[in-house]
DNA sequence: ACTAAATTTAACCATACGGTTAGATTTTGT
DNA sequence: ACAAAATCTAACCGTATGGTTAAATTTAGT
């Protein structure tokens, strides 16, 4: 057994996996592309990790095991809907900056092969968003949000974070834009975003 | 050369591949899988198609294509803003709700090799939505319309008319709800939404 | 220092998969 | 009716790719 600076071996192996899953999905990806990315012998990967599969699930489950708590974190402080609305949006928009790949990579997974992570995402996702769920409903019964289901709420607020991530190559190709135009887009979204989605979910007078 | 009923056999390949490459992707995909769907002996994916490279840009490209006109028909049809706002969303989402699975495909595979179609749809499209953009740009010079980049502008009604078929998947999962149950939270939307997009993009007081 | 375990390498294996081929069958044109 | 072309089948091929193995090397424990 070793630790510290050589321990890395493992570790490289998964962040190169998950770079070339990532990007590639995970019949695109190649167990060699994966090992040269990671500098270390093919052999190496089945020494860790048994199997692609094997590999593939830990970089697929951890994809989203690691967001799911700090997603659920923020849709469970105790604040008013207006202030937690907001706090989502920052902090959701800082935390898909730093993971831009994962949301289209987990998508495409689960358009594949949706038996694959269904049941584990359910009791992980589906309950924590509950709570929000309800509370956004409850302002809605008092009359404090735009007159919408919360299902639809939650879509529309949901995609306007999202879809500019999963679909920046789209974006860039239709908007004529190139990656250092593409983050400007990015930073400015982060910047109105927020209060954006505060005003049209929760100003009734938007609709 | 054979017609009608007959000439079958080169679209039913077209068919399924269309099918199998838009749910696994263009490495997802097994030529032996198609030939099945399509119920022709493999050999016939060659005899019509040479390859599979050759076969799965067929079906990227008429992806593309066939939706391109529609969608860029709808931005240039001469009509005051609003009222173009409210169409193109009507029409967009019967479009996609005929062709749901072409988005993530599209997505998907411009993200793992963005040169595929880059330039190709370049001209089809980037500059059929221009006209848009400025009309869009025009009202808002006159202080109609949101106070926020023609881009984010865009950006905002593509993600809420486009991301529930992108994220089905998971959103059927973290809404807990079944296909049934997803095609009538569509059909929920598909009433609200034009008027929605009007509201909180034309209407000024929404921010 | 010595041994045993952990780690790494290179060379090899099995096979799934895209692709080919030769020939049978059907269709078309005259 | 016949020949030529088009369409189709079954059987086969080559190789890329995931995976294995045996032996070398490094590390850890005593």
Redesign the interface.
């Known amino acids: 057994m070793q630790n510290e600076e050589q321990s890395s071996t493992e570790v490289k192996i998964f962040e190169a996996a998950r770079e070339v899953f990532q990007?590639?999905?995970?019949?695109?990806a190649r167990m060699q592309e994966i090992a040269d990315k990671a500098e270390i012998n093919k052999s190496m990967l089945h020494y860790y990790y048994r199997s692609k599969e094997k590999l593939f699930e830990k970089v697929y489950q951890l994809s989203i095991i690691k967001l799911i708590p700090q997603i659920a974190g923020l849709l469970n402080e105790d604040l008013p809907l207006e202030a937690k609305l907001r706090n989502f949006a920052i902090k959701y928009l800082e935390l898909i900056k730093l993971n831009p790949d994962i949301p289209?990579f987990?998508?495409?997974e689960?358009?594949?092969n949706?038996g694959r992570l269904?049941t584990f995402?359910?009791n992980e996702?589906?309950k924590k968003?509950q709570p929000f769920l309800n509370q956004i409903q409850e302002e809605r019964e008092k009359g404090n949000t735009?007159d919408?289901?919360v299902?639809?709420i939650?879509?529309?607020i949901?995609?306007?974070l999202?879809?500019?991530f999963?679909?920046?190559?789209?974006?860039q190709?239709?908007?004529?834009?190139d990656d250092s135009e593409f983050d400007q887009?990015i930073e400015?979204?982060i910047k109105?975003l927020p209060?954006?989605l505060v005003?049209?979910t929760l100003?009734k007078?938007?609709?």
């Open positions: 990007s590639k999905g995970l019949e695109g289209l987990v998508l495409h689960m358009n594949k949706p269904k995402m359910l996702v589906g968003i735009v919408l289901p299902e639809q939650m879509v529309n949901i995609s306007l999202i879809f500019p999963i679909g920046r190559q789209v974006l190709v239709i908007l004529n834009i887009f400015e979204r109105y209060d954006y005003k049209i100003d007078n938007s609709l």
